[in-house]
């Protein structure tokens, strides 16, 4: 009982929980890879609720978009297998990062430093 009130809560139907668990994230080898599962969609993390950050990630290297009501600015490159991006939130300098990248279906993950750190999962829409 209290799987499914928590799966129903994330907006996820069992069949497609299941679905998602055979399903693995790959990662994205190359800067190509990325621009073709990038290009042309929104990304969108949600909280416990609307969605809190929305970025786009243009293949000429700019970063754009809203998190938490602030605008979110920044540049990225791909180097040595990671995703590595500086960003700007509402004025505050979040520095740079390079990520893993990897892919569900329509989920796609940023892992932290090098692949070793948090992750965040994004919604391709």
């Known amino acids: 009982m209290r799987t499914a009130a928590l799966v129903l809560s994330l907006g996820v139907t069992l069949s497609e929980a299941g679905s998602a668990r055979a399903e ?17 969609k929104d990304l969108r993390l949600k909280g416990y609720g609307p969605i809190v ?6 293949p000429d ?5 809203r998190g938490l009501g602030w605008d979110v ?3 990225w490159r791909w180097q040595d297998g990671y995703f590595c991006r ?14 893993a990248v990897l892919v569900q279906g329509q989920t796609i993950r940023f892992v932290s430093d090098q692949g070793t750190g948090d ?5 391709l829409q």
């Not at 992750?119 to 919604?123: L, M, N, T, V």
């Open 73 to 75: 600015t920044g540049a």
């Open 53 to 58: 950050v929305r970025l786009i990630v243009q």
């Open 86 to 99: 500086d960003l700007n939130w509402g004025g505050s300098d979040l520095g740079q990062n390079c990520q």
């Open 61 to 65: 290297g700019e970063i754009t978009g």
């Open 24 to 40: 693995q994230f790959m990662p994205i080898p190359d800067k190509n890879a990325f621009l073709s599962t990038v290009a042309g």
């Open 119 to 123: 992750h965040a999962d994004f919604a």
